[in-house]
């Protein structure tokens, strides 16, 4: 063997060496190492294939149940929705707008398939919506007594009590209403509760 050809063999030695070793070095460094656990790369390979399948199944699984486990939790967590609306004014159009808020609130939970309540609450000059003798929406609340029976209607005690005294006559009261002790703790005690509150 010639000068020339021992020097060319150690260099491919080193070459091929050198090829190897650039792999195993990175696999070491990223703590990957590929052991081999079959003498058949087919059958391995069908293993892995299968493994890789079943895994992507489930995972498919568990992301569509998950939407509707959450939806399902949703359904038995929810509640009516709840809504106070304030009358405090013997103005028409204030309570021409309160009962329109709480038809189309009513409306809405229904078309939507959810519960809803809503408790008109009247005092002060706004009794007057309430009161059998002067009330100028009357014949909507009896009405709506019968169409919408998610509304309800309180008329404070206090207020019903100063109209007596100061017009010396009893206040009657239209039938759909009940009466409360007082309009104004009835709506503090409602929100405590976690009512929705809106003044029109």
């Given at each position: ?26 696999a070491e460094q990223g703590g990957r190492y590929w052991v081999p656990t079959t003498t058949e790369p087919a059958t391995h390979h069908q293993r892995i ?102 509304v309800s209607f309180k008329a404070c005690g206090n207020t019903q009590e100063r109209m007596h005294k100061a017009e010396n006559k009893d206040i009657p ?28």
């Amino acid at each position: 063997m010639s000068m020339f050809q021992y020097i060319a063999r150690v260099i491919t030695i080193t070459a091929a060496t050198a090829l190897f070793a650039v792999p195993f070095a990175a696999a070491e460094q990223g703590g990957r190492y590929w052991v081999p656990t079959t003498t058949e790369p087919a059958t391995h390979h069908q293993r892995i294939a299968a493994k890789a399948a079943t895994h992507n199944k489930a995972t498919t699984q568990k992301r569509t149940r998950s939407p509707l486990a959450a939806n399902a939790r949703l359904a038995s967590d929810s509640k009516a929705h709840r809504l106070i609306l304030q009358v405090n004014t013997n103005d028409p159009a204030a309570m021409n707008l309160a009962l329109n808020n709480a038809t189309n609130v009513a409306q809405y939970y229904k078309d939507a398939g959810e519960k809803v309540k809503i408790e008109v609450v009247t005092f002060g000059p706004g009794l007057h919506m309430l009161r059998d003798d002067t009330s100028p929406v009357k014949a909507r609340i009896e009405e709506m007594a019968l169409s919408t029976p998610e509304v309800s209607f309180k008329a404070c005690g206090n207020t019903q009590e100063r109209m007596h005294k100061a017009e010396n006559k009893d206040i009657p009261i239209v039938r759909q209403a009940e009466v409360v002790k007082s309009g104004v703790v009835r709506v503090m005690e409602l929100q405590e509760k976690g009512w929705s509150y809106v003044k029109p």
